[in-house]
Protein backbone atom coordinates (compact mmCIF):
# COMPACT_ATOMS: atom_id res chain seq x y z
CA UNK A 1 0.00 0.00 0.00
CA UNK A 2 1.22 3.28 -1.04
CA UNK A 3 0.08 6.09 1.49
CA UNK A 4 -0.67 9.75 0.23
CA UNK A 5 0.40 11.90 3.16
CA UNK A 6 -0.09 15.48 0.95
CA UNK A 7 -3.00 16.36 3.65
CA UNK A 8 -0.79 15.35 6.57
CA UNK A 9 1.98 17.32 5.82
CA UNK A 10 0.08 20.36 4.81
CA UNK A 11 -2.05 20.27 7.88
CA UNK A 12 -1.15 20.61 11.71
CA UNK A 13 -3.18 17.72 13.70
CA UNK A 14 -4.19 15.81 10.91
CA UNK A 15 -4.31 11.89 11.31
CA UNK A 16 -4.84 9.05 8.83
CA UNK A 17 -4.98 5.28 9.98
CA UNK A 18 -4.55 2.20 7.95
CA UNK A 19 -5.19 -1.19 8.39
CA UNK A 20 -4.55 -3.80 5.43
CA UNK A 21 -2.50 -7.31 4.73
CA UNK A 22 0.48 -7.95 2.64
CA UNK A 23 1.09 -11.68 0.97
CA UNK A 24 4.62 -12.39 1.30
CA UNK A 25 4.37 -15.62 0.53
CA UNK A 26 7.07 -15.75 -2.07
CA UNK A 27 9.63 -13.67 -0.17
CA UNK A 28 12.70 -15.22 0.33
CA UNK A 29 14.34 -15.08 3.85
CA UNK A 30 16.15 -17.64 5.47
CA UNK A 31 16.65 -19.70 2.60
CA UNK A 32 12.95 -20.62 2.31
CA UNK A 33 9.59 -18.84 1.89
CA UNK A 34 8.30 -18.53 5.89
CA UNK A 35 5.53 -15.68 5.68
CA UNK A 36 2.97 -18.38 5.57
CA UNK A 37 0.47 -15.87 6.69
CA UNK A 38 -0.12 -12.74 5.50
CA UNK A 39 1.46 -9.71 6.99
CA UNK A 40 -1.33 -7.70 9.22
CA UNK A 41 0.02 -3.89 9.10
CA UNK A 42 -1.98 -1.40 11.05
CA UNK A 43 -1.07 1.73 12.27
CA UNK A 44 -1.40 6.05 11.82
CA UNK A 45 0.40 8.68 10.46
CA UNK A 46 0.01 12.17 12.41
CA UNK A 47 1.14 15.31 11.85
CA UNK A 48 1.92 16.62 15.26
CA UNK A 49 3.31 20.17 15.60
CA UNK A 50 4.85 19.98 12.19
CA UNK A 51 6.41 16.69 12.79
CA UNK A 52 4.77 13.48 10.92
CA UNK A 53 5.30 10.24 13.20
CA UNK A 54 4.18 6.87 11.96
CA UNK A 55 3.57 4.18 13.80
CA UNK A 56 2.44 1.18 13.07
CA UNK A 57 2.52 -2.74 14.24
CA UNK A 58 2.87 -5.75 12.13
CA UNK A 59 1.48 -9.35 13.01
CA UNK A 60 2.38 -12.53 11.07
CA UNK A 61 3.69 -16.07 11.59
CA UNK A 62 6.64 -17.63 10.27
CA UNK A 63 7.15 -21.13 9.07
CA UNK A 64 10.68 -22.01 10.28
CA UNK A 65 13.47 -24.61 10.26
CA UNK A 66 15.50 -24.83 13.52
CA UNK A 67 19.21 -23.48 13.04
CA UNK A 68 20.38 -26.50 15.19
CA UNK A 69 17.84 -29.27 14.42
CA UNK A 70 16.36 -28.42 11.10
CA UNK A 71 12.57 -29.17 12.85
CA UNK A 72 10.24 -27.06 11.49
CA UNK A 73 8.08 -25.08 13.64
CA UNK A 74 5.96 -22.36 13.56
CA UNK A 75 6.03 -18.77 15.10
CA UNK A 76 3.96 -15.79 15.80
CA UNK A 77 5.15 -12.15 15.60
CA UNK A 78 3.98 -9.25 16.89
CA UNK A 79 6.35 -5.77 16.44
CA UNK A 80 5.60 -2.26 16.82
CA UNK A 81 7.77 0.05 14.33
CA UNK A 82 7.60 4.18 14.35
CA UNK A 83 9.75 6.45 12.43
CA UNK A 84 9.62 10.64 11.49
CA UNK A 85 7.99 10.87 8.37
CA UNK A 86 9.62 13.51 5.67
CA UNK A 87 9.89 13.79 2.18
CA UNK A 88 13.45 14.77 1.47
CA UNK A 89 14.61 12.32 -0.11
CA UNK A 90 18.17 13.66 0.95
CA UNK A 91 18.18 13.29 4.49
CA UNK A 92 20.81 11.50 5.58
CA UNK A 93 19.21 10.50 9.06
CA UNK A 94 18.64 6.28 8.65
CA UNK A 95 15.74 6.94 11.48
CA UNK A 96 13.59 9.10 8.86
CA UNK A 97 11.21 7.33 6.63
CA UNK A 98 10.97 8.96 3.58
CA UNK A 99 8.18 9.92 1.69
CA UNK A 100 8.93 11.55 -1.93
CA UNK A 101 6.32 13.70 -3.52
CA UNK A 102 4.29 12.87 0.25
CA UNK A 103 3.63 9.46 -1.36
CA UNK A 104 4.99 6.73 1.34
CA UNK A 105 5.40 3.07 0.59
CA UNK A 106 4.22 1.55 3.21
CA UNK A 107 4.83 -2.05 1.88
CA UNK A 108 8.55 -1.37 1.45
CA UNK A 109 8.91 0.34 4.78
CA UNK A 110 7.67 -2.67 6.97
CA UNK A 111 9.08 -5.01 4.95
CA UNK A 112 12.53 -3.26 5.51
CA UNK A 113 11.52 -2.92 9.53
CA UNK A 114 10.65 -6.97 9.66
CA UNK A 115 13.59 -7.92 8.27
CA UNK A 116 16.03 -6.08 10.24
CA UNK A 117 14.56 -6.70 13.57
CA UNK A 118 14.27 -10.61 12.71
CA UNK A 119 17.01 -12.22 14.28
CA UNK A 120 19.63 -14.21 11.46
CA UNK A 121 19.21 -17.57 13.35
CA UNK A 122 15.81 -18.77 14.21
CA UNK A 123 16.11 -21.22 16.93
CA UNK A 124 12.91 -23.92 18.01
CA UNK A 125 13.77 -23.22 21.44
CA UNK A 126 16.33 -21.60 23.45
CA UNK A 127 18.23 -24.91 24.72
CA UNK A 128 17.36 -26.94 21.50
CA UNK A 129 20.20 -30.04 21.93
CA UNK A 130 20.67 -29.99 18.17
CA UNK A 131 22.06 -33.05 16.10
CA UNK A 132 24.64 -35.22 16.96
CA UNK A 133 27.93 -34.17 14.92
CA UNK A 134 28.79 -37.79 14.35
CA UNK A 135 25.80 -39.88 13.89
CA UNK A 136 23.12 -37.30 12.83
CA UNK A 137 20.37 -37.86 15.81
CA UNK A 138 18.35 -35.45 16.92
CA UNK A 139 19.68 -35.06 20.53
CA UNK A 140 16.38 -33.15 21.61
CA UNK A 141 14.34 -36.97 21.20
CA UNK A 142 17.26 -39.83 21.17
CA UNK A 143 20.24 -40.15 23.67
CA UNK A 144 23.07 -41.61 21.02
CA UNK A 145 26.30 -43.10 22.24
CA UNK A 146 28.63 -41.18 20.55
CA UNK A 147 29.20 -38.57 23.12
CA UNK A 148 30.17 -41.44 25.66
CA UNK A 149 32.93 -42.75 23.31
CA UNK A 150 35.02 -39.08 23.65
CA UNK A 151 37.95 -39.64 26.21
CA UNK A 152 37.88 -37.26 28.72
CA UNK A 153 40.35 -34.20 28.02
CA UNK A 154 42.27 -35.10 31.07
CA UNK A 155 42.62 -38.81 30.18
CA UNK A 156 43.77 -37.96 26.92
CA UNK A 157 46.91 -35.65 28.24
CA UNK A 158 47.19 -38.94 30.26
CA UNK A 159 47.45 -41.25 27.44
CA UNK A 160 49.62 -38.81 25.16
CA UNK A 161 52.34 -39.26 27.56
CA UNK A 162 52.49 -42.73 28.28
CA UNK A 163 53.05 -42.98 24.17
ZN1 LIG B 1 15.87 -27.25 17.33
ZN1 LIG C 1 25.51 -39.56 17.91
Keep these: MVLDLKQIF ?8 FDYSLDLS ?27 NLSYTVQ ?11 CEFFRDYEKSFSAVVVRDENTDHDEYAVAPDSMLDMDALA ?35 CQQHEIDPRLKVLGDLLK
Design 111 to 145: VSDIVLDLPSKQLCSEDCKGLCPVCGKDLNHEICQ
Design 10 to 17: DITGEKKS
Design 26 to 52: DYPFYGTKPFVTPVHIAGDVQNRAGVV
Design 60 to 70: FTLKLACDRCL
